[in-house]
């Protein structure tokens, strides 16, 4: 008898093991677990349905691949459409972006569909080398093009193709703002010329580098001006946050207050990852009964895993540009990082080294500007590493 319970109690503490956890932090795992979004996927759509290219643009890790996913989950069923994810951010020039795109169509068409049957008839006209990954199976086109012509040339000739499919055909391209680093100088003329005269095809760009993004698509001196609608994605709204953590973890049978909900998504800043992020430590901690004390200590073990990451950036920074972040950090969001009051409170130097400072953090991506009505601020792009810093 005692044996047999023992037997039970492993059972169950093994399926237990296996509950997944219901705050992912990568990947997108279907509408159940994606909070909210509502506005945002039906504008998406509502573009697509009406012939408007988008450009989707947000801060680093607010959900725009997340996003993307769902909205081509919500178009999933229908038949008269076909969606296309290409991450181009490990892209160096058009040829690589032109293999990309080849890639994401083959991986998005499966051959059993008359369409990628005929793509797979159409892409082997390149003369490509076809492989297949690894450990996920999946195939991969390398076009070997002899010269940049050449890949542009092929680069329209994949659009062209999809256009004629009497379909619609939706691609996103993620990290568009990778463009500007190609050698080639004119690829957004290029591509413009390419992507304007399709009908079926409509085009959702995404990226983060807010100011490279909005530079891009509103100046008039640029290429794709005027050419997309921008979505820009903001922190989800503090009570819809709260109720869908309330509500997941309740679905596993936790409870959570007020309070504890407030200090979460405080302190994430509600920002899309870190309060994932939280939320997924907060469910495999096991506590059923979760209060304001058991997230606060949460939060601290986050921190903590963290440390010598957080050790690392010192010795990658100078003492300047550490001095800095540190003063942004414990005002959270800075205005005028170059006023004297700012600079006296943190003894931060002169002018000109705040300056030199703030670009290269800027550049590092270690601070991001942001925007507030009208005025600009900068905030350290790590909130955990803000959270951090504030108490060092
Ligand atoms: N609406 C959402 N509900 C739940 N989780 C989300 C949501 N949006 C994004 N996430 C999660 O947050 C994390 C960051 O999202 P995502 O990768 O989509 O951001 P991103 O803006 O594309 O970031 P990056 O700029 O680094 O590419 C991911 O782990 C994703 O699973
Ligand atoms: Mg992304």
């Known amino acids: 008898m005692h044996y047999t319970f023992c037997i039970i109690l492993f059972v169950v503490y093994l399926w237990g093991m296996n509950e997944y956890n219901p705050f992912p932090i990568s990947g997108y795992h279907g509408p159940e677990l994606f909070c909210d979004r509502e506005k945002e996927t039906a504008k998406l759509i509502t573009h697509i349905k009406n012939g408007i290219n988008s450009t989707l643009i947000s801060t680093r890790r607010m959900g725009k691949t997340g996003l993307i996913y769902h909205v081509f989950d919500s178009l999933k069923k229908r038949r008269d459409v076909e969606c296309i994810y290409v991450d181009i951010f490990g892209t160096q020039n058009i040829k ?46 390398s076009i070997d093009f002899s010269s940049p012509e050449q890949a542009q040339h092929s680069l329209a000739s994949l659009f062209s193709f999809l256009e004629q499919q009497n379909i619609t055909v939706v691609v996103a391209i993620d990290e568009f703002q990778q463009v500007t680093e190609y050698p080639e100088k004119n690829t957004e003329a290029i591509l413009r010329t390419i992507i304007q005269p399709l009908k079926n095809v409509r085009f959702i760009f995404s990226g983060s580098g807010e100011h490279i993004l909005t530079e891009m698509f509103n100046s008039y001196k640029r290429p794709f001006f005027s050419s997309t609608q921008v979505v820009s994605l903001k922190e989800i709204e503090s009570e819809v946050y709260m109720n869908f953590i309330l509500k997941t973890l309740a679905a596993h049978k936790r ?44 939060g601290l073990d986050l921190l903590n895993d963290q440390e010598s990451v957080f050790y690392q950036y010192r010795n990658l920074l100078t003492a300047n540009q550490w001095q800095l972040l540190n003063a942004i950090a414990k005002e959270d969001r800075v205005f005028q990082p170059n006023s004297k009051d700012f600079i006296k409170k943190y003894d931060l130097g002169s002018q000109g080294n705040v300056q030199r400072a703030l670009e290269a953090l800027l550049t590092k991506d270690m601070v991001f500007k942001g925007r507030n009505e009208n005025e600009n601020f900068y905030r350290v792009s790590d909130c955990f590493l803000a959270r951090w810093l504030e108490r060092h």
Not at 107 to 131: D, N
Not at 277 to 284: D, V, W
């Open 255 to 298: 409870k959570i207050n007020r309070v504890a909900l407030e200090y979460i998504t405080t302190w994430t800043r509600l920002h899309t990852y870190y309060t994932q992020t939280f939320c997924n430590r907060i469910f495999y901690s096991g506590i059923k009964n979760i209060g304001l004390e058991e997230v606060k200590t949460l």
């Open 96 to 141: 690589q972006l032109t293999n990309s795109l080849g890639t994401a169509i083959m991986r998005a068409i499966p051959e059993k569909k008359s369409i990628g049957k005929k793509f797979v008839e159409y892409i082997k006209g390149f003369k490509p080398t076809i492989s297949f990954d690894g450990i996920t199976g999946e195939p991969e086109v």
